[in-house]
């Protein structure tokens, strides 16, 4: 059985899914740009599959009459679309989210022409940017590494 862990970018709320992933989409409808802050939503259905929250615990908000959505109250990481035919994790909550590519679009009335055009646009390296931007080369990161860990903050940090 394949398990995935996930969790916010602060590391307050991890989870944890055992079992096949089958549904990974993308929703371009208004209301997941509003939730995500974002052009689209990704989000991987967990239904039929084991979920556990491991730590902490997620705040929601309705955002429907059917809806609420997760997320962390800590770091504001977009984590749960709850409906009731179950739940979707944000698929950039896994701690490897490569492995749950989209395989299905919804909200396409919504979709925002551009999009549809991204992989034209030149791409650069985080390091290209450093003669405008110096400080991108000394970024140290404090978010949660992607994968699970006994405590966080480390206690150097913390």
């Not at 259905?45 to 929250?53: I, L, M, N, P, Y």
């Not at 679309?81 to 698929?91: F, R, T």
């Not at 646009?121 to 390091?127: A, F, Q, V, Y």
Request: proline share 7%; aromatic share 10%.
């Amino acid at each position: 059985m394949t398990t995935y862990s996930g969790g916010c970018q602060c590391g307050a709320i991890r989870f944890r899914v055992s079992g096949k992933l089958k549904d990974s989409s993308i929703c371009h409808c208004r209301m997941c740009q509003k939730a995500f802050g974002a052009y689209y939503a990704p989000l991987v259905s967990v239904r039929g599959a084991d979920f556990e929250w491991t730590r902490g615990e997620r705040k929601k908000f309705r955002s429907s009459n059917f809806v609420e959505r997760g997320f962390c109250g800590d770091c504001g990481t977009p984590l749960t679309y709850e409906a009731p035919d179950g739940m979707a994790v944000a698929a950039g909550a896994f701690d490897d989210p490569s492995a749950l590519p989209p395989t299905v679009q919804f909200g396409v009335e919504g979709k925002i022409d551009f999009v549809d055009h991204l992989h034209e646009l030149p791409g650069h390296r985080t390091e290209e940017d450093a003669q405008a931007a110096p400080f991108v080369l000394e970024i140290a990161s404090y978010q949660h590494p992607d994968h699970d860990t006994q405590v966080w903050p480390p206690e150097d940090r913390a």
